[in-house]
């Protein structure tokens, strides 16, 4: 089930831990909201709107991990040769690292619906990028040149 949130979308998913000789679900939510168009929020946990662990993402990088290897350094991702509907999700942090897989077709679906919101390639549009800039050169208001 996908829910519109403000501008943006949500989706709660599965992600298959893979591990040595088991695989372990672990619950999580896709997160795309318009105030930041560029990434997607990926949140664990049984709850995982409250109190889960959350790690942004690019969203063109999950794109481009839906046809082939993408990312470097903590956040990879790729499709299964064997599997149409599988991609794998790696994570690394300092305290270690995890292997996911999830469901391509589901991280594709959200993507689409993601880009009703923001085509792809307009991201920088939808940004306040003038107004946050002149709030920050004129110290929340005050003159910049000091006048």
């Given at each position: 089930m996908i829910n519109r949130a403000t501008p943006g979308y949500t989706c709660p998913t599965t992600l298959h831990l893979v591990g040595p000789q088991s695989w372990t679900e672990v619950p999580a939510l896709l997160s795309y909201e318009i105030r930041d168009p560029f990434a997607v929020r990926i949140t664990f946990g049984d709850h995982a709107e409250e109190d889960g662990i959350s790690w942004l993402v690019g969203r063109d990088l999950l794109h481009a991990g839906l046809d082939q290897p993408a990312g470097?350094?903590?956040v990879r991702l790729w499709p299964s040769r064997t599997s149409g509907d599988v991609l794998f999700l790696h994570l690394r942090a300092p305290s270690g690292e995890a292997l996911f897989e999830v469901s391509r077709g589901t991280v594709a679906g959200f993507l689409q619906l993601t880009a009703s919101v923001v085509p792809f390639g307009?991201?920088?549009?939808v940004l306040?990028?003038?107004g946050e800039l002149a709030a920050l050169l004129s110290n929340g208001g005050a003159d910049p040149t000091g006048r």
């Open positions: 470097e350094g903590d307009e991201e920088s549009s306040q990028v003038d």
